[in-house]
């Protein structure tokens, strides 16, 4: 068919007064062809209108697309059954034509970003392998929007005090930060809301703004919004991943920095340049990072066990022996677990990323050959107390010792400071009728202490009338 070029200067030739030889000949076309648009009169190009075979059934495929769910196999199938004679092309391109469970593409947006605008971070489960074994891990990911500048690093897990690692170690490989971070609708940020409505959480909002950055998510099924970072996903797979072992995350991340760095260097053809050409142009824009800021933490509250340890994210680490029982505070950060008595520093140790349960002992937080097991026979502070208290006060504390578990100097603990606090009479009185009912727990015995107290102390007097009997003056 002639498209409509050459229609319309076979009809301009036609009114200089040209016949159809003549035209056909000029043209190198078919006297047939010539004439045909001659008759026609008109440069659009007529469409070809042919019977379809799917248009008598029209009806059944609407109401079998309905019912079978919009699987056009199965509208097929049916349609067989029922004797139209088509092929399942003829089913789908009729169904394409005429808007049956079809809807016309819309065209691919593109957002323009200015130097330093912002920044997209997301996350996506992967698999790497490490130590010999495949593992699922998290890969947290941030690319710049202007430069294409991009930074990944691989978790076992994604919280927010690992998202806060994250984007700390971010700011810091890049030098500053955009002054916007575009996020998907995830928890770890988003307290409420989605999109333009989105809350994030105050936690996460005074974070970024103390590196200078807001938060902000795109709308539900918007994720185009975050293609810079969501199409980068796919590279890591297929290219950082794709054959390599790791010995353990330790490792992982520090080949994954590597490999932001080569592919910052790489030239991309959409940018007809490297994204470190235009990270040059971008940084001077950009928020710088803080002179200080302070060190990145998940805070626990821990008692020291029996065994002279503390327990975090399933791992063991040692303390000074000497604070069996003990409440300390423990800080776990990118790479350190450090334990602290108050304001004190009492033990450090390299955080453990191992899959596996680790006890992690250092040889100064043990007792001096042979002084553990004298000290062991020595009872705790409290416990001294305890024993040196009036009767059966020394021998209910030897008992719930025996009856208890591991954690025995923090129950000794407790009993003692309740001998310190409560009236002496109520409080003897309550450990007698627990030993007598072999009662060891301490919770009960306090409920029995307070209504022995109740009772003692709080009784209105025997002579004290009614108030509806009280005598009335006048």
């Known amino acids: ?197 989105m809350v994030p959480v105050p936690e996460m909002a005074a974070f970024g703004q103390r590196y200078g950055f807001t938060f902000v998510a795109h709308e539900k099924g918007h994720a185009n919004r975050s293609a810079h970072v969501e199409r980068g996903f796919d590279h890591v797979e297929r290219n950082f991943l794709a054959g390599r072992d790791f010995d353990d995350f330790a490792h992982l991340n520090r080949e994954a920095l590597d490999w932001s760095h080569r592919i910052n260097r790489k030239t991309r053809r959409a940018l007809q340049g490297s994204a470190l050409d235009f990270f040059a142009r971008e940084q001077p824009h950009l928020v710088p990072r803080p002179q200080w800021v302070p060190e990145v933490y998940l805070l626990h509250h821990r008692v020291v066990d029996i065994e002279g340890f503390v327990h975090v994210d399933g791992h063991i680490y040692s303390v000074p022996w000497q604070l069996l029982g003990r409440q300390v505070e423990v800080r776990e950060t990118k790479d350190k677990v450090r334990v602290f008595e108050g304001p004190r520093l009492v033990a450090e140790h390299p955080r453990v990323f191992a899959f596996a349960k680790t006890r992690v002992t250092d040889p100064r937080h043990r007792p001096p050959k042979g002084e553990a097991v004298r000290l062991s026979k020595q009872p705790t502070p409290d416990e001294a107390e305890l024993l040196r208290a009036d009767a059966p006060l020394p021998d209910f504390a030897k008992a719930v010792k025996e009856h208890g578990t591991s954690r025995w100097p923090a129950t000794m603990r407790r009993l003692a400071q309740m001998h310190r606090d409560y009236p002496k009479k109520p409080f003897l009185d309550a450990v007698t009728s627990a030993s007598h009912y072999g009662l060891y727990d301490l919770d009960r015995l306090e409920r029995m202490v307070l209504r022995n107290i109740a009772t003692e102390y709080f009784v209105a007097p025997a002579d004290r009338r009614p108030p509806d009997e009280e005598p009335h003056e006048g």
């Not at 049956?100 to 957002?111: F, L, M, Q, S, V």
């Not at 700390?168 to 998907?184: L, P, Q, W």
């Open 1 to 197: 068919m002639l498209d409509e070029g050459l229609r319309a200067a076979i009809l301009e030739l036609r009114k200089k007064g040209l016949g159809v030889r003549t035209i056909a000949r000029m043209m190198k076309l078919s006297r047939g062809a010539v004439r045909t648009v001659v008759r026609a009169g008109t440069a659009a190009a007529p469409r070809l209108e042919r019977d379809e075979k799917a248009e008598p059934h029209e009806a059944d495929i609407r109401e079998l697309h309905q019912r079978c769910k919009g699987n056009l196999v199965r509208v097929h199938e049916e349609l067989l059954l029922r004797g139209a004679a088509l092929s399942y092309q003829a089913l789908t391109g009729y169904c394409r034509r005429h808007g049956i469970g079809y809807a016309a593409p819309k065209p691919a947006g593109r957002y323009v970003f200015e130097p330093a605008e912002e920044m997209q971070h997301d996350t996506s489960p992967h698999l790497a392998r490490i130590g010999g074994v495949e593992r699922r891990v998290q890969t947290a990911s941030i690319v710049f929007a202007y430069s294409r500048m991009r930074f990944i690093q691989l978790y076992p897990s994604f919280n927010r005090f690992t998202c806060k690692v994250f984007l700390d170690e971010a700011v810091t490989f890049f030098g500053g930060a955009c002054r916007r971070c575009m996020v998907d609708n995830t928890h770890v940020i988003v307290l409420k809301g989605t999109g333009a409505d």
